[in-house]
């Protein structure tokens, strides 16, 4: 068979590629190894996660807040199993939603390892041992990635386990602890310690979410403190071991002293890497760097003319939306159109409760490039709409250039900031003033006006509620 554009991988930059190259009038196939689409955002990552993320936090406020909203409810408890079934079923029915784009937009679906014959065929090999080849003028790679590990960390996937396994462990662990501070560690975590699982984040720098603005970091370890959970930052893991089923995690502290930590499990979640295992990129011709990713120019487009990469194999943010985005670009530009991303503007969320949400730049990477700027920041529990739901922990702080009043970044620590944020993305994307934001008329009560303050607090410094 011969196609116009072959996909090789379904995330959600490879599936979305493939629908919007078959809109565009491409005849396009999808080949995906295992035996549901979506990949890992779908199968174990964003959607099962948020799904005990959601399960875990109706139990937390049963447990915690139903009481002060007059609701009582006698000794409330969890079915465990229901909510890994619950999850279960969100996967499929998202997966299954995939399937039926794949159907609906006429793009044949290969099931079965790809890999590059040349730089026009790629060889699917089946489960059963058969494969076939097929051919493409133009090839998008979108096989994404894998969670990584630290080298001396050998990882059973029963005790001392990653994300994936995270997801579908047969009981809530006594003592959970996490290697790495970063996003998945932080909601994985939260789902557990709502659970009633002691939790302890070990993470190697000063301070969680690193990359993210300090000011978020700091805000988020108050409240996930309040929460119980303990963090052990500037801590470099030295050594992991099982003994039964007890794990032991050794580490040196920032005075160089070796300290232990003991728990019944331990998540590894210290990122991911690009995943391109089986591809046989040098078949093709494709070049890739020391961290394993595909090296791609502005359009997205590898050393061989024919062939592209999207998504997490690729360098930037490793985000479902902005492989979707890409997988959109890729799609437009093969079909002739002039499509554009821009980069500084693809929000990054945090799913914990409250939320974090930012985009644009930070307050450091602003001092670094001596971009000289003011802030405006607006506490959460200044609001009406905070106060009434009973989520008063965050705020959002807004950058904007201190002569020409644009902003520059947005960054958030809330109750359904993970949408807030979008309000931003948009403003910015125009080129919008802290002004422009600020004379906004916002709806009362919301969190949204927590926005609009926070922009006057940047524009001239007075926020009216404040």
């Known amino acids: 068979m011969k196609y116009d554009i072959i996909v090789i ?22 080949i995906e190894k295992y035996s549901t689409l979506g990949g890992t955002c779908l199968n174990v990552g964003c959607i099962p996660s948020k799904a005990l993320l959601d399960s875990s936090h109706h139990y937390y406020d049963a447990t915690h807040h139903f009481e002060e909203h007059g609701i009582s409810v006698e000794n409330p408890s969890y079915d465990f199993q229901k909510m890994i079934d619950r999850k279960s079923k969100v996967v499929e029915q998202t997966t299954g939603g995939v399937k039926f784009l794949m159907d609906k937009n006429d793009i044949d679906v290969y099931e079965g390892l790809g890999s590059f014959e040349d730089a026009t065929h790629v060889k699917v090999t089946k ?141 590894v979640a210290v990122g991911r890497h690009a995943y391109t295992d089986g591809l046989a990129l040098d078949k093709a011709g494709i070049k890739a760097n020391e961290r394993g990713q595909v090296e791609v120019n502005d359009h997205l487009q590898t050393n061989v003319s024919n062939i592209y990469a999207i998504g997490d194999v690729v360098r930037g943010a490793m985000l479902a939306h902005k492989a979707e985005e890409e997988g959109v670009v890729v799609a437009e530009y093969l079909a002739g159109q002039k499509p554009h991303i821009d980069y500084n503007l693809v929000p990054g969320i945090i799913y914990t409760w409250p939320e974090v949400a930012a985009v644009g730049k930070t307050e450091e990477e602003l001092k670094k490039a001596n971009i000289e700027y003011k802030s405006g920041k607006f506490s959460m529990r200044a609001l009406g709409r905070s106060r009434a739901s009973g989520d008063i922990d965050g705020f959002v702080k807004v950058l ?42 916002h709806g009362h009560p919301t969190y949204s006006e927590g926005v609009k303050e926070a922009a006057k607090a940047a524009w001239d410094g007075k926020p009216l509620n404040a």
């Open 9 to 30: 991988g379904s995330g959600p930059g490879g599936y979305i590629a493939a629908v919007r190259a078959s809109q565009l009038g491409k005849k396009v196939a999808i």
């Open 127 to 267: 489960n059963d041992g058969t494969s076939e080849v097929i051919e493409g003028t133009n090839i998008i790679i979108a096989t994404g990635s894998k969670p990584s590990s630290l080298p001396f960390i050998t990882l059973d996937k029963d005790r001392i386990i990653t994300s994936t396994e995270a997801l579908k462990l047969k009981e809530v662990p006594k003592h959970l602890l996490v290697i790495g501070g970063g996003v998945i560690g932080l909601e994985l975590g939260s789902v557990y310690k709502r659970l009633g699982a002691d939790v302890s984040v070990i993470e190697y720098a000063p301070a969680i979410t690193p990359t993210m603005d300090k000011d978020v970091s700091k805000e988020l370890t108050k409240v996930l403190k309040k929460q119980g959970m303990k963090f052990n930052v500037n801590h470099g893991v030295t050594a992991v071991e099982r003994k039964g089923d007890e794990v032991i995690v050794k580490a040196t502290n920032k005075k160089g002293e070796e300290v232990e930590f003991k728990g019944d499990y331990c998540l």
């Open 400 to 441: 904007a250039d201190k002569h020409t009043d644009e902003v520059l970044g947005v960054h958030m620590v809330g109750a359904r900031v993970a949408d807030l944020i979008m309000e931003m993305a948009v403003a910015m994307e125009f080129r919008a003033s802290a002004e422009d934001i600020a004379r906004i008329c």
